[in-house]
């Protein structure tokens, strides 16, 4: 089957992409790039040499996937939203061998123009409000908004908003189900699960 590519996308030689990902017009895929089947690529798309990415991907136009990150399966990146894999860029200082590495957790959602600062993991079926800047290490399932990004809540893996607080009070357990699939979740303290106990 393989993958598709408009005419005007540019893959470079040794680059890895999976049956049904398609790339749209002017992105570039550089050769050591390793992206899984069933994704997409927006217009406008950039991924580096040191990056991989899952399968069932969307990357929406103008996102830049830079060396150092791996994104896991079926994460939306939104438009125009920011990776970085430096953490104090200077122009006349030369630090490719100081990139930080940034992991994306299955499931995640990126909002339209946020940025995701290097070195951080965002958490599986986290979710990242648009135009926010996250700084550190997100949870599963946190609802992250504001500049810095903060937790102002829970998402379930079908991405609707769980009736809990940003953390339980004293610790105590706090149950809550996802609005459109019922599957039901347990907060305690800052740490969210599905009660099946998986994410």
Not at 48 to 59: P, Y
Not at 114 to 119: I, P
Request: glycine share 14%.
């Amino acid at each position: 089957m393989g993958y598709w590519k408009h005419d005007s996308a540019l893959v470079d030689d040794g680059a890895q992409i999976g049956d049904g990902t398609k790339v749209w017009h002017f992105s570039h895929v550089c050769g050591g790039a390793r992206i899984g089947a069933n994704g997409s690529l927006g217009q406008n798309v950039f991924v580096g040499n040191d990056v991989v990415i899952g399968s069932g991907v969307k990357i929406q136009n103008n996102v830049s996937v830079y060396d150092a990150v791996t994104i896991e399966d079926d994460v939306f990146c939104g438009p125009s939203m920011v990776f970085t894999n430096v953490y104090n860029p200077r122009a006349a200082v030369a630090r490719k061998a100081e990139y930080r590495r940034t992991l994306i957790r299955r499931g995640a959602t990126l909002g339209a123009n946020c940025t995701v600062v290097c070195g951080v993991t965002v958490g599986a079926f986290a979710f990242i409000g648009a135009g926010a800047v996250v700084q550190r290490d997100v949870p599963d399932h946190a609802l992250m908004v504001g500049v810095p990004a903060r937790r102002i809540g829970w998402m379930s893996r079908h991405g609707e908003r769980l009736s809990l607080p940003p953390r339980s009070l004293g610790g105590e357990p706090m149950e809550a189900s996802c609005p459109a699939t019922g599957e039901r979740y347990r907060l305690v303290g800052d740490v969210l699960t599905r009660l099946d106990g998986s994410v």
